[in-house]
Structures are given as C-alpha cells and as structure tokens.
C-alpha cells in the first residue's frame, strides 16, 4: 500500500465523485434515450432538458418514508442494499481511466473485479431472503442462479484477453491493444461477455429477478426510500462498470488518436457502450427463465471454451 | 440471433424519427366537436332554459352522478330547481346527451377540469348552465312541442294543426 498523496486522494475522491454522479445523470439519460428510440420527449420539463429530475429524483429518494417490514429480517434487510454498492464501487477500483489515473494498480486486477462481481449476487439473495416475501424469493432465486450461472462464462470470455495480453493487470492490458484493439482477435469474447455483463447487472433482456411484469418488482418488492435507491442506482452504476471493462479490455481503454485527451477518449468510449445496453433495453424482449438458463450454459459456456482453446492454440503456435 | 440484431437496428433507426408526443400545456391535441369532455347546460334561442326536468339523464346516468329536482314557473313551463353533476364520479359517456329529449344536456370538448378540492368537482346549475345553444342552434322545444305554457296555447306550435274538436261532427 503506497503512502496517501495529495493526488492519489483527489483521484480516489474523483473516482467516487464521477462514478455517482454518472450514475445518477444515466436515470436521466436513459429516460431520453428511450425516449427517443420510443418516438416520445422523455422527461424535458424540469430545468434545461429536464436534467433537475436527477436532482429531484434524488431528493425525493431521500425523504421518502424507509419503511422496513415488521417481518423483515431487520439487520439482513439493512445490509443488502449495502453490499451491492459496495461490490460495484469496488470494482471501480481497479480501472484505469487513463494513464496514472488508477485508484489500485493491482497485478490481479480482473480477479479482483470477478470477485466483486460475485459479493453482487450476495445483495440480491439477501435482499430477496431478508424480505420475507415469496415474490422476493422467487426473484432472488432467480437472480442468484442467473448470476452464478453467467458468472461463469463471463471470467473464461474473459481469460482470451488474459492470454493476448499476458497480464490480469488492466493498465498492461490496455497497454498491449496499442498494435490492436482486442474486439477484432477476440470478437467471441467480446459478445459473450457483453452479453454476461448485461445479465451480471441484471438488465433489461436479463431482468429476470426483477421481472415487473411477473413478479411485482422482483428482490427488491420490500424496499423503499433510500434503500430501494440503493438498489436503483448500484444497477446503474453496474452498468457503467461494465461499460468501463468492456472498453478497458476489448476497445483499446484510453488509446486513442492524440487530439484529444486520452481521458476523454475513455469516456466517450464508455458512453457509446452505455447507449448499447439502453438500446439492449428499448429493443429486446425478456426470455423466459429456463431459456435464459439453457442458453447459458448449453450455448454461452461451450462457445466461450472453444473461443479459450482456439485463442490458447493460436498464442502457443505464434511462440 | 439475427432477428435480435434487426430489432435493435430498427429500434436504433428510430432515433432518426419524428417525435409523436404533444406538449400539452403549450400545444393542444386537436379535439373533434363531437369529443365527449365537460358537461352543460344550454339554452334556447330566446335564452330560456332547454331544460326541461324529465329526469331522463339521472336514468340513464350509469353512475348515478346528476341529480335534479323538477319544478315549475307561474306559466306552467317546467325547469330543475337544482341540477347538480359530481364531476368526480362522471364518466363522460355521453348517455346523459343521448337520452336528453330538448338537446339540454350537451358534452363540449373542454376537459381541462382538475381541481385540488374534490368537493369543488360537483357542479351546480351556475356552473353548468351556459349562455348560448351548445351544439344544436336554433331549436327551441317549446315552440315545437304541442305543450301549452305562458304564451303559447295547444295548436300553437310550429307544424302543429288546431286540436280537433272532439264535441263535434264536423271533421
């Protein structure tokens, strides 16, 4: 562990900073994107463009009653909520913004963000136990072993970028795409996991635990005032995550051509990836549960290890 | 697979169309004349009240929201003393205007009618009754029908004969 310096905190402080409020501007942006692949306005009322209904919404998350059940497991009703934005937030730890800019340059960096992922299926299954509701049961049950199940495939996709690049270090990484952006050798990967990231987040063509239309609101049907908001804006934050990995380990993360800042580069990147999952949301239907498990493991999983052996024999002929 | 990705293309297109929405407060959506919203009451030419008490619209109300109270003037000409509609409880289904026989009762394409107080919703016969014919100009009910009041005796009607003599032979 280095010593705190003075910049190490402003960019740790700068992480947390960017990251929540991206978060809280993508309810408003994915409100207008929708909105605008729906032929509609969106929220265009309040302040320029409507974007005080990010701070409204955040206000009234805030005041709202935070009513827990009187037959809530109290103490594990309290945690869930936590834990999913811890998990997430500490995934945010190990990307690499642009060059320097890492809050923890660790050589295990994709391990470690794997392992964050997973706590992410804790909050769900507590969430759902934790509410003594058989709605909430059925989500979470559902959410815990749609999130094991493409957990799974979603570090092997990963594991060809790991052979490539020869390091879990994400700044080696993205070092190594300077010759070639990862999305080309590894084209596979690059859908399998972006398909996993969208069922990890648990979004839309993957919101089984939640399933408004099936189960009331799925893990999350007890919940509200801030603890709800938690849920609410640690999906979000999921998704800028994912966005970030994919951009960091299949787009080349901060390359770019010079004229502009290689941080920019990393944010524009990521916001196309952001649109894609609220496109995902605007255009694809909700598969049913044991579709969304046969096409996991009996299609993703098998694809995902051919894409590894092929990946492995290509690197090992090439030595 | 690929039909997955032509939805999310076509859904992508969409970006580039025209939006449907309609901004309310500024601009309105074009009602026909005939759209069912506010309910009044109108009047006769001669600015008398069409209404004329049969209680056929609290009938055929199918949820029992007008209410009325039938009287008379000196010249035998009914009118409702009250007439009271709980907007609140008002469907707009039109039946009220079907059923009323002197073209009294008329829904007009005015919805804007939100209020903080529900009480407030429940109109009287001053905020119902309007100074003008509504939808149907120029008919008066009393001058056709063979109903005789103040002014106006049997046989006085518009397209109406003399009453037959019943007492006599001579057709």
Redo the contacts between chains.
Sequence with gaps: METASPSYLLIVGGVLFAVLNVAAGLIWMERRML???????GPNRAGPFGLFIVLVDTIKLFFKEDWIPPFADKPVFVLAPAIVVVSVLMGFVIIPFAPGVVVADLNIGLLFFLAMSSMGAYSIILGGWASDNKYALLGAMRGAAQMISYEVFMGLALMGVVLLSGSFNLREIVEAQRGMWYVIPQFVGFVIFLIAGVAETHRLPFDIPEAESELIAGFHSEYSGMKFGMFFIGEYMGITLISCLVVTLYFGGWLGPAFLPPMVWFVLKTFVFISLFI??R???PRPRYDQLMEYGWKILLPLTLLNLMVTAAIVLINK | MFSLLRSMWLTFLHAFHKRETIQYPEEKAPLSTRWRGRIVLTRDPDMGERCVGCYLCAAACPVDCISLQATQDETGRRYPEFFRINFSRCIFCGFCEEACPTYAIQLIPDFEMGEYNRQNLVYEKKDLLINGQGKYPGYNYYRVAGMAIGGKDKGEAENEREPIDIKSLIP
């Design positions: 909105a605008l692949w729906q032929d509609r306005y496109l995902l605007a255009s694809m």
